[in-house]
């Protein structure tokens, strides 16, 4: 007889329960997150468990990689596609948990990727410089508006760059502040550029990140993020799907014609959607024909919404060159 189990995770404690074939639950417990204790409460149930489904939260990391050093089968279970019962009045940790054990069990539990522990810390460390840029970007426009708000003279991101820059501002509490905004910029650029020399060392051995940069407006690091975010590119069945999951689709209910809502617009993965984004970015500055479609669609709609379009090219191109390991042809993607 086979037997099921569904994990409800959490901050500090995660809740276990074991079904059967018939959904008798055989053991039900909450423990700490602690791996060693799991593994010994689901020793006596190793050889049966056909599964252990686990709800993939912010901190599934540690509990995942534990049950697979111990030899056991964890799955992710994508609670955003779980959908209970909606007459339901009352649920619980016990019944979440027994759940997602029930839906294994019936084979039609939704799941989610379990990215490869052994480039899943290059992309974690490619996440952080990220935060770190949106971070310097909000330090340097502060500066930049703090100088226009007081001097009505509005000077480049560029200049303020400069490592050699000095502040326009008179000496006083203003000023003081100001300057301690542009030092954390230039300390955040540093931080910056040390995680990129990094990542490049740990991980040169991304092959996808070098066909990636053949696409003009794709550097060594956005070729890099895009090639780590998106994994074994066998994961997606058609150009449609992948696009979907770089969030470069239109999230909307159409019926006769008349759009009726919209759909979830978070699915999907956020870094790819700022990666696809700032490669348009690129490409309609260095790239005619891609600057040629999107001017088409800025004349019709707006450029952000031309910007989107390039981007959902830009995404689909990127699926067949990874496919079929071919560089990027322009021609094919916008001709």
């Known amino acids: 007889m086979s037997l099921y189990c569904g994990i409800d995770l959490h901050s500090t404690n995660h809740l276990v329960v074991v079904i059967d074939e018939t959904d008798r639950r055989l053991f039900e417990k909450r423990l700490p997150n602690d791996v060693s204790i799991t593994v010994e409460a689901l020793a006596p149930y190793r050889d049966e468990l056909a599964g252990i489904a686990i709800e993939s939260t912010f901190n599934w990391y540690w509990l995942v990689d534990g049950l697979e050093d111990a030899g056991f089968a964890p799955c992710l279970a994508n609670p955003a596609a779980i959908k209970q019962y909606e007459g339901l009045k009352y649920t619980d940790d016990p019944y979440d948990a027994y759940f997602l054990a029930h839906l294994m069990r019936l084979g039609i539990l939704p799941t989610g990727h379990i990215y490869p522990r052994e480039q899943r810390g290059v992309r974690d460390l490619l996440r952080r410089r990220l935060s770190m840029v949106h971070m310097a970007t909000g330090l340097l426009l502060a500066v930049q508006s703090q100088i226009w708000r007081s001097n009505g003279v509005n000077i480049s991101n560029r200049q303020i760059r400069l490592a050699s820059f000095e502040l326009p501002?008179?000496?006083?509490?203003?000023?003081?502040?100001?300057?301690a905004q542009w030092r954390l910029f230039q300390r955040t650029q540093d931080?910056?550029?040390?995680?990129?020399?990094?990542?490049?060392?740990?991980?040169?051995?991304?092959?996808?990140y070098q066909l990636l940069q053949t696409v003009k407006g794709i550097g060594v690091i956005l070729?890099?993020?895009?090639?780590?975010?998106?994994?074994?590119?066998?994961?997606f069945g058609k150009a449609g799907n992948y696009a979907s999951y770089c969030?470069?689709?239109?999230?909307?209910?159409i019926s006769n014609g008349k759009k009726k809502g919209e759909n979830n617009r978070k699915a999907g993965n956020r870094y790819l959607s700022w990666?696809?984004?700032e490669a348009a970015h690129f490409a309609v500055r260095f790239e005619p024909k891609v600057q040629q479609f999107y001017e088409r669609k800025r004349q019709k709609r707006n450029r952000i919404v031309a910007i989107r379009?390039?981007?959902?090219?830009?995404?689909?191109?990127?699926?067949?060159?990874?496919k079929h390991h071919e560089p990027f042809d322009v021609n094919r993607a916008f001709g």
């Open 169 to 179: 501002l008179p000496k006083g509490p203003v000023r003081e502040g100001a300057a």
């Open 191 to 208: 931080e910056i550029h040390r995680l990129e020399k990094l990542a490049l060392k740990l991980y040169q051995g991304e092959e996808n």
């Open 223 to 235: 070729g890099l993020t895009i090639g780590l975010e998106t994994g074994s590119i066998s994961r």
């Open 247 to 253: 969030r470069c689709v239109r999230s909307e209910r």
């Open 275 to 277: 990666a696809f984004s």
């Open 309 to 322: 379009a390039v981007a959902h090219k830009l995404s689909r191109a990127v699926f067949h060159m990874l």
